[in-house]
T-cell receptor
Framework: DAKTTQPTSMDCAEGRAANLPCNHS???????VYWYRQIHSQGPQYIIH???NNETNEMASLIITEDRKSSTLILPHATLRDTAVYYC?????????FGTGTRLQVFP | GAVVSQHPSWVICKSGTSVKIECRSL??????MFWYRQFPKQSLMLMAT?????????EQGVEKDKFLINHASLTLSTLTVTSAHPEDSSFYIC??????????????FGSGTRLTVV
């Protein structure tokens, strides 16, 4: 599975958009990009996934570059409850391998 | 949506004893379940993959005789930490696949079990 690189931490003001980048320069053609988040002391929660096209759901938007070497998760209007560790995972196998993630702190 | 229940949510045990953690898929059949371990301020580390009716597949470096995994039915997998020691204290999380394979949304996680060995 391809390795991902994410910033260790980010801050975002409540109500503003949170843009979380992920670098996956070694991604192969059939590997998906998945985003999960983990709120303190809870199990991870699925957010969104994509292959080539940009995706949007009720939680977030996923922007994947044309060369697929990087992506950005966008939380359009961050709230305090979005404070969590966000994991970008790349793979096509039947298991999820977590990297170090980005700790997003949303402040009032 | 799919729900995975994990029990207990926290447990304290004495060094040398064994502890069993249960992971149940409540509203779907999970042919595959996964067990992770997470130390404070670290990421989740995959320990093993269990398939119903067959032996679990352990990741490199995980002692299969210490972390016994049983997946006896399509809705239940158990992790038993045998002869627990303080260094086994951690947050254990299970995940169940809804059968969508590589699609991330097919994986649902339990709420985790915090194990403290004293």
């Amino acid at each position: 599975d391809a390795k991902t690189t994410q910033p260790t931490s980010m801050d975002c003001a409540e109500g503003r958009a949170a843009n979380l980048p992920c670098n996956h320069s070694t991604i192969s053609g059939n590997e998906y990009v998945y985003w999960y988040r983990q709120i303190h002391s809870q199990g991870p929660q699925y957010i969104i996934h994509g292959l080539k096209n940009n995706e949007t759901n009720e939680m977030a938007s996923l922007i994947i570059t044309e060369d697929r070497k990087s992506s950005t998760l966008i939380l359009p209007h961050a709230t305090l409850r979005d404070t969590a560790v966000y994991y970008c995972i790349v793979g096509d196998t039947d298991k999820l391998i977590f990297g170090t993630g980005t700790r997003l702190q949303v402040f009032p | 949506g799919a729900v995975v229940s994990q029990h207990p949510s926290w447990v304290i045990c004495k060094s040398g004893t064994s502890v069993k953690i249960e992971c149940r898929s409540l509203d779907f059949q999970a042919t595959t379940m996964f067990w992770y371990r997470q130390f404070p301020k670290q990421s989740l580390m995959l320990m093993a993959t269990s398939n119903e009716g067959s032996k679990a597949t352990y990741e490199q470096g995980v002692e299969k005789d210490k972390f016994l995994i049983n997946h006896a039915s399509l809705t239940l997998s158990t992790l038993t930490v045998t002869s627990a020691h303080p260094e086994d204290s951690s947050f254990y999380i299970c995940s169940a696949s809804t059968g969508q394979g590589a699609y991330g949304e097919g994986y649902t996680f339990g709420s985790g079990t915090r194990l403290t060995v004293v």
